[in-house]
């Protein structure tokens, strides 16, 4: 029977500019009840702690709610659309989402968090520190909050991985009716974050997750290029 387990990484205290991630997150899963880590376990890290270890936090006017509109346009590749104080993006890597992931929850009050400049090395150097330090081999997914087009409710969905698929490619293989797939892509890093986030929560401060019993064939070099889908392919861009 396949199983998959989640849970939480408790005792991660507030993050800031300049600390290694991957240090705090061995520390923290070093024993019980978070760890040992052990090979093939995916980290989930959300994007929030990336950002301010890497120090992508700018001032804003904490009285003007509006204030990080600047910053919006500032870190978009072009504006998709607008709808009063609403702007969806599409950042410089490629995300299509609203107010370029800029976020003003879990960060101190007068200041905005910006998304990562590189989350795949953001989560390439965990993988690497977590290997040095504790001889395992682990997945890594940063994680952001997005919403989704025609559906209503936000979801977990990832914006970085090192070490795990981003897409596993059914395609050509048999379905269980012996059928032959023939469109069938699935996104394994994003429907792994969103595991993450149901053991994490949105207001628990607990940036971290631990997911075990994946399936090994998922486990292999990756990018969000595999994520991404260009805008060659894209019907609504």
């Known amino acids: 029977m396949a199983r998959l387990m989640a849970w ?24 019980e009840p978070n760890g040992p880590l052990r090979d093939n376990d995916v980290l989930i890290v959300t994007q929030k702690i990336v950002s301010k270890a890497e120090g992508r936090l700018v001032p804003i006017d904490a009285d ?6 600047v910053l919006v346009e500032q ?6 659309r607008r709808r009063g104080d609403l702007i969806i993006t599409e950042t410089k890597h490629g995300f299509v989402c609203a107010n370029s992931g800029i976020d003003l929850s879990n960060v101190e009050r007068g200041y905005a968090a910006l998304l990562p400049l590189d989350s795949d090395r953001s989560a390439r150097r965990i993988r690497d520190i977590v290997r040095a330090k504790l001889g395992v081999t682990v997945g890594v997914i940063v994680s952001d909050t997005f ?7 936000l979801t977990d969905v990832a914006i970085g991985v090192a070490g795990i698929a981003g897409v596993v490619d059914l395609r050509g293989t048999e379905d269980a009716l012996g059928r032959m797939m023939q469109v069938t892509e699935v996104c394994i890093a994003d429907e792994l974050a969103s595991t993450g ?4 929560g949105k207001s628990n401060g607990v940036p971290v997750a631990v997911i075990r019993g994946g399936d090994p064939s998922w486990f292999r070099d990756s990018s969000m290029d595999e994520i991404v889908r260009p805008p060659s392919e894209d019907l609504f861009r």
């Not at 205290?13 to 923290?28: M, R, S, W, Y």
């Not at 919403?147 to 409710?153: A, Q, V």
């Open 8 to 31: 939480s990484v408790e005792g991660i205290g507030e993050i800031v500019p300049g600390q290694q991630l991957g240090d705090v997150i061995v520390e923290a899963c070093s024993a």
């Open 64 to 69: 003007d709610p509006l204030s990080h509109k």
């Open 75 to 80: 870190e978009a590749a072009r504006i998709v």
């Open 147 to 153: 919403g989704r087009p025609w559906r209503k409710g």
């Open 197 to 200: 986030e149901l053991v994490m």
